[in-house]
């Protein structure tokens, strides 16, 4: 069976989505860093990877951009991920409005505290507790068995670590927060009906060079749906641009010629995968 | 005096860009939120705030772009500071280096421990514990007087929390951790020689509108310092585009004749500011 790495442990928002991406929570392995993730994947030919990109909240992961530069894996697909922030406490025979006034200490990574700002502004009585990640958390809140501490964690965390959704969506604004994921390989996917290609390249230190390639696109009514330019570590003032790009069943074909017209205009490049894109999830 | 609020405690790194950009620690007021440095600027019309924009491992604070969308403030200046990931723990009569293999327990934010991952694989002796920020955990280091305890901090924190520093830059890429803030006002400043603009706005929904506006600039040889797209809450497939531009100083006439074509060919947008732009930190 394909192994699947994935970021945490049992309870983490990676796992959740690796779970629901892979319709299994069979042969899913954690692991400590993102670069062991791709460490992994390239050891391992047979497994998956999969990491966060970008968050609405916390913008692009870029340490996983810089190891797409030092690994040679690929994208096979991408999976958005709603976050969810539930307060979690162990169960006692209280109703959970009750609870509340119990509670005071909570536990989560310091993002998510933070994301929950307007909760704790109205629960002063509740300390906030920072912990190394959100599952963890949980299961630190779980195994001390104390009624006045909580955890903010996903329903997968409740449910591993046994406690009780004391209050669903505790955040500030509950509907902004999704992360979108890649799944990894070494081997390179084809997938049928991909529509989506993930792209990362430096131009030529000249102006409208940047502008020349994505003319290529536009002129070809390819859409872009992602653009983002990072500094050059030790080039100041260069740059590596990520760009996604989205196309429609009939311009499949054209889609080998621009990049071969792309591969011209860029300085160094690497297609990083074709994928299909995933939908939103549901607001 | 003007009061020039910035995140965190004394010793956040916030602080530490403050304390360096107005060249004072006077007047440096710590609040807990970025939302609140934009209110706090906006009520306190003499005062300024500062505000990490980008990190070079983290990517974009996507909370600020925001936040300039719901506030009417702006940018009158940016800076570069370089991270540090110091060990700090109380001082004592042993040398540094025998320090290390009697600490068991350092804390810091998750992302400065992740940040650290060759260190704490080196010491597998020292346990990683999550604190809200880097300042606090100095803080409570220096609390409980335990030299088995350690926080990884910067220089300001060490020396404001009375903590020596064991080690010094332990993260895995000590080179490569700066970010970029942003100084904000209500009041829109005259920065004499600005050289530097932040632009925020949507294009039509007709492809090649991103390219028509990138291409004015190249025309002009303005200089595209950064991009980025965004995703737009609730409309999928529609983005907001940050953009940086940078000139040279016999180019200063053309700007706003250039402004004046980018909201003509822009559906909505926001001239986030005129300013300097900051050196990078030496590397």
């Known amino acids: 069976m394909n192994q ?31 670069a062991a993730i791709f460490q992994k994947v390239t050891i391992d030919t047979s497994s998956y990877g999969i990491i966060p990109i970008e968050n609405t909240l916390g913008g692009s992961v870029v340490e996983n951009y810089d190891l797409f530069d030092r ?43 933070l994301q929950c700002t307007r909760f704790f502004e109205k629960h002063p009585w509740m300390k906030k507790k920072a912990y190394l990640d959100t599952a963890r958390a949980a299961q630190y809140v779980s195994g001390v068995q104390d009624p006045s501490l909580a955890a903010i964690a996903n329903q997968d965390a409740a449910e591993l670590f046994h406690l009780d959704i004391i209050k669903k969506n505790i955040s500030d604004n509950p509907e902004a927060n999704y992360t979108r994921f890649f799944i990894i390989s070494s081997q390179k996917q084809d997938v049928p009906d991909a529509n989506r290609a993930s792209l990362l390249f430096t131009v030529p230190h000249v102006p409208g060079s940047l502008v020349r390639i994505l003319q290529t696109f536009a002129d070809n009514h390819i859409n872009l749906v992602k653009i983002e330019s990072r500094p050059i570590q030790k080039k100041p003032f260069e740059y590596t641009f990520h760009i996604d790009i989205a ?37």
């Open 4 to 34: 699947i790495y994935y970021l945490g442990i049992p309870g983490s928002n990676s796992y959740t989505a690796a779970k629901n991406y892979f319709r299994s929570q069979d042969n899913l392995t954690g692991v400590e860093t993102f």
């Open 71 to 113: 690994f040679d894996v690929w994208i096979s697909g991408e999976y958005y991920l709603k976050f969810e922030n539930h307060l979690l406490a162990m169960p006692t025979n209280d109703a959970p409005e009750d609870r509340l006034e119990k509670i005071n200490r909570v536990y989560s990574h310091p993002q998510p505290l």
């Open 247 to 283: 196309w429609e069943k009939d311009q499949e074909d054209q889609i080998e010629k621009l990049l071969k017209k792309f591969k011209k205009n860029t300085q160094t490049q690497k297609v990083l995968g074709f994928y299909k894109a995933a939908s939103l999830p549901v607001q």
